[in-house]
């Protein structure tokens, strides 16, 4: 999941240009059990082309393949940097909330739309990051921020549809599957051939979760040996 294609019908809307490096005002960010997320810094360059360069993370994504550095500075990082509009919406750099490390970001992008006021939702995560519920946590905490935060009528998340992994995320933060189509674009991602999927969760469907606390891992701490 995250900026996979939406149909002829859908479109993503293009960000608002903005006169500096970024959103500069301090944001609260939104939190989960285990993760922060708050908004994309231009500090957060060297971790995005990390992120980007990894041949697993891209594997469902763009070209299927890493993106070059270069490229991830040029291109990727001040689209991550841009205004799209009155927050939630834009993206999120994920943290792990018991080591403050990068573990990736969330987007919450508008879309073009004929009738309703929808967003996107999206994310990557570094591979450390994967198989935890990290994906889930903070998909939930954007849907929710969506729906409470903004007046949008519909969250809507799209990917491959051999993507079981990201398939299962969307299912948990509560969106369902709408349609499967074929993208009219070529692209050589092993398994585009079969299409991508999207799921949509309404305003009028969603439901607000409880909020959880804290959870940080402790190192197990075996009982002392008497003597």
């Not at 002829?8 to 608002?16: E, F, I």
């Not at 810094?41 to 971790?47: E, I």
């Not at 939630?88 to 992008?109: K, Q, S």
């Amino acid at each position: 999941m995250g900026e996979m294609a939406i149909d002829l019908r859908r479109r993503l809307a293009a960000p608002r240009a903005v006169p500096g490096p970024g959103r500069q005002e301090v944001v609260p960010p939104l939190v989960t059990p285990r993760l922060r997320l708050r908004p994309i810094r231009p500090a957060d360059g060297d971790a995005v082309v990390e992120l980007h360069g990894d041949p697993e993370v891209m594997r469902h994504l763009g070209t299927g393949r890493p993106v070059p550095p270069a490229r991830v500075r040029h291109r990727d990082l001040p689209r991550l940097l841009a205004d799209h509009g009155p927050l939630p919406l834009g993206y999120w750099a994920a943290e792990d909330r018991a080591t403050d490390a990068f573990v990736g970001w969330f987007e919450l992008r508008p879309m073009v739309t004929e009738t309703i006021a929808a967003v996107e939702l999206g994310y990557r995560l570094r591979r450390s990051a994967w198989g935890r519920g990290l994906a889930t946590e903070g998909a939930r905490v954007l849907v929710d921020a969506a729906f409470t935060g903004t007046d949008v009528d519909e969250v809507v998340a799209t990917t491959l549809a051999v993507n079981a992994g990201s398939r299962r995320v969307m299912e948990k933060v509560g969106l369902t599957w709408r349609q499967t189509y074929m993208d009219d674009r070529t692209a050589p991602i092993t398994g585009a051939e079969f299409g991508e999927v999207e799921y949509a969760l309404a305003r009028a469907e969603w439901r607000p979760r409880r909020p959880e606390a804290f959870h940080r891992r402790q190192p197990r701490r075996w009982p002392a040996r008497r003597a």
